[in-house]
DNA sequence: TTATATTTGCAACTCAGTTGCATTAGTATT
DNA sequence: AATACTAATGCAACTGAGTTGCAAATATAA
């Protein structure tokens, strides 16, 4: 059912994903806020801000959890299947506008696709 | 360095891979080889067989780890770099052949990309 | 202002994966 | 075949991301 109270966590957690467009892990937030917001409620509001399509979120690197706003995205239209990039330079991670065609696969019916780029950003790129 | 003693966890573990082709999740492992290894050294025979390029590893949709045989892989040439398939009834995850093909990426240099397709496999495929 | 349900904090838990260390067992040498 | 050497193993304890149950706090509607 998603968020329904505007709480001062919710306000707190939208902050940060307003600060800067790249994506933030779970890990980040908790301690960055910890002096703000518990573990807990950390992780329950990111969950309600995914079911509400505010956020989306996907696996990096390390399988640990990430979440980023939504863009093109309305409750009737999600477009959360995008390819992830994730710098090994500074660990920035960023949602990927360019589409990644994902081929017929024999025998098989595809219906979701995770892709995980790796490699230098553009401000770590010489 | 890699394995340098034939023991019987290796061949133990190897046995399991030469079983069927389909990649083993190290949690599927663990608890079928409870009773003859030990945790501890399922994780660590693991690792050297992928150092040795025996095996490779990718995570699967929980951010858990798996191992497959490498196929076309010889110690010169890694070839780790394909897509996985995870069906989302039976669970079972493959190695793919087919290639996805992955798009220049503007300002970045992407290293290496990982691509984990959910869906129906041949057999959970009505 | 009161009533009600949602949200929060806390502490305890889960579980995949790791680490330190003493013991065991491959392997090469005699 | 016995010895010495070192890698590999088992065990127990740990780590850390994420979860759960429950009582207290707070947003919202009446
Ligand atoms: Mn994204
Ligand atoms: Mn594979
Ligand atoms: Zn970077
Ligand atoms: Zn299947």
Known sequence: MGILRKTKSVKILLEEFD?????ISAITLVERLASE??????????????????LHSF?????HKWYAK???????????????FQCSDCGKVDCL???VLIPKIPN??????QVLLQGKCEECYV
């Open 97 to 99: 506008s360019t589409d």
């Open 19 to 23: 600060k800067k467009s790249s994506a």
């Open 108 to 113: 098989r019916k595809v219906d979701v696709s």
């Open 59 to 63: 696996l990096g690197k390390n399988g």
């Open 37 to 54: 917001l518990n573990k807990t409620t950390v992780y329950r509001v990111l969950d309600k801000l995914e079911e509400d399509k505010v």
């Open 70 to 84: 939504c863009n093109g995205c309305s409750v009737s239209g999600h477009q959360d299947s995008h390819p992830h």
